[in-house]
C-alpha cells in the first residue's frame, strides 16, 4: 500500500516538474523576437551596415541565438526577390524587419504596413521621396531608421582638386531608385559652383551598366562620379572597364568602392551608420521608442580615401589637401 503510494507521489511530482518545464521553456521562446533583415545586395557600404546593425542590437542588449533570431536575406538586386522575402516576413509576423538600401526598404514597407510591423532601414538617402516616411523630423508612419545623405558638396570639391583643368563629371544613375534621383538634382546644383558640367545617363537594369559607362566615356567626360546606386555599384567592374580604356577615374561614393578600384572617395562611416540603426531597432524592441514618432538618423559628413595605385596608373598626383586621406590599394581590405 505504502509503495502504492509512494509511485503515486513520484508520478505526480514528475508531472508538475514537466509542466513547470514545459512552461519556462515556453516562456523563454516568448521572450525570443524574430528579426527579418532585407540586404538589397552584396556591396561593401551594404555589408557594413549590417555588420554595425548586429552591433546596435548588441548595444541594446540583443545578440542572435540568444534573445532574438535573425533571418539574413539578400535580395540579389532583385526588386522581385525583395518583395517575396519581405512579404514572407509580414505572414509570417516578425517582431520587426530591417531593410538595407532603399528597394530593399519599398519591398519591407510595402509588405508590412498592412499588420504594423516595424520596419528599420538604413543606407536610404532620401527616405521622403521613397514615400517611407512623411518627414525626416518626424516618420509618421510604421518605419524609422537612417539616411545616408552623400557629402556631394565635399566630393565636387575633391574632384576639382584632384583634376584642376577637367570640365564635365559624367553620372550613370538607375532611374528606379529614388536615391539616385534626388543625388543627381543635388550635385546639379553644386557642379557649376566649381565651373562642371553634368553628364548623366540613366539605366534600368545591370545589363545597361557596361553600355552606359561606355557611352559616357565617349561624350568626352574627365571622370565619373559614383553615387550610391545599388545596380550601379554592384556592377562597378564593367564602369571601371570602360574608363581604365580611357584613362580616366571614377570617384566612388564610399570608401568600398575606392578599396574596388576608384580613385578617391569623401566616404561615410556605414559601420556607424549601421550601428545607429541597429540601436533604434533595439529601442523597439523593447518598447522605448515607436516608429511613427521617432526622428530619422541622418549622416552627412564624411571622410577623404585615396586609392594610391589607382592614382598612380593615371599619372594623377595626389592634391595637398588630400595627402594626410587613408590611403588604401586595390583589394587591400579584402
Known sequence: MKKAIVTKLIAAMVA???????TACGSADADVKTIGVIQFTTVPSLDNCYTGFLKGLADEGFEDGKNIKIDFQNANAEVSTADTQAQTMAQKKYDLVGAIATPAAMSAYGA????GIPVVFT??????SAQLVESLDKSGTICTGSSDQLPLEAQVQMIRAFLPDAKKIGILYTT???NSITDLEKISEIAPKYDFEIEAIGVTNSSEVATGAESLVAAGVDCINNFTDNNVVNNLPSVLQA?????IPVFGSEEGQVYDGCLASVSIDYVALGEETGKIAG?????ELKPEESKIYTASEGAPFVNTQVADSLGIKI????EKS??????SNK
Request: contains cysteine.
Open 16 to 22: 508538475v516538474t514537466t509542466v513547470l518545464s514545459m
Open 112 to 115: 508590412c504596413k498592412a499588420n
Open 123 to 128: 543606407a536610404v538617402s532620401d527616405p521622403v
Open 176 to 178: 528606379s531608385e529614388p
Open 243 to 247: 574608363t581604365t580604356k580611357a584613362g
Open 283 to 287: 529601442k523597439i524592441l523593447k518598447g
Open 319 to 322: 592634391p595637398a589637401e588630400y
Open 326 to 331: 587613408t590611403m588604401v590599394t586595390t583589394g
